[in-house]
């Protein structure tokens, strides 16, 4: 059984290493309520009937939704666009980021101009995980894992 499970996993990951992201539904993996390893914060996705993708970054605090940001994605000229609205950052405005495709088995929202974050990256680790990373200038950052808690 073991074996197997390993083998699926290094499956995936080989079709993750070569897969481009061309369009919104490649994004799928997203939709749901995710949860921070070791962490009370939380990002959630709801796919849109346009195809887009609404979601937000919370905390819980005392059993009460803290959010933080508002996250978008969609197609926005011709490119997939990744907007984040931070509530106390960049003066409540919108900061864009764009799918760079070059960037092979994980998903990679790129804005080089922007003091930090520069990339916001996810990697689907399984169909309940994912891996992201929040970088700044020479790729510095943080990181963290994400396991999902309901579609």
């Not at 074996?3 to 290493?17: H, R, V």
Request: hydrophobic content about 35%; charged content about 30%; proline content about 2%.
């Amino acid at each position: 059984m073991r074996k197997k499970l390993i083998g699926g996993i290094l499956m995936l990951l080989l079709l993750c290493a070569f897969t481009t992201i061309d369009g919104l539904s490649d994004l799928q993996f997203l939709e749901g309520t995710w949860k921070r390893e070791n962490k009370e914060n939380y990002e959630t996705w709801r796919r849109e009937a346009d195809g887009s993708f609404k979601g937000q970054s919370y905390k819980m605090k005392d059993q009460n939704k803290v959010v933080s940001e508002y996250l978008m994605i969609r197609k926005k000229a011709d490119q997939i666009t990744y907007t984040a609205t931070v509530l106390d950052q960049n003066e409540g405005k919108p900061i864009d980021f764009v799918l760079n495709k070059a960037i092979k088995g994980k998903v990679s929202f790129e804005n080089l101009s922007h003091d930090f974050p520069k990339k916001i990256r996810y990697t689907p680790l399984s169909k309940n995980e994912i891996f992201v990373e929040v970088l700044g200038e020479g790729d510095k950052g943080f990181f963290y894992k994400m396991t999902l808690q309901y579609k």
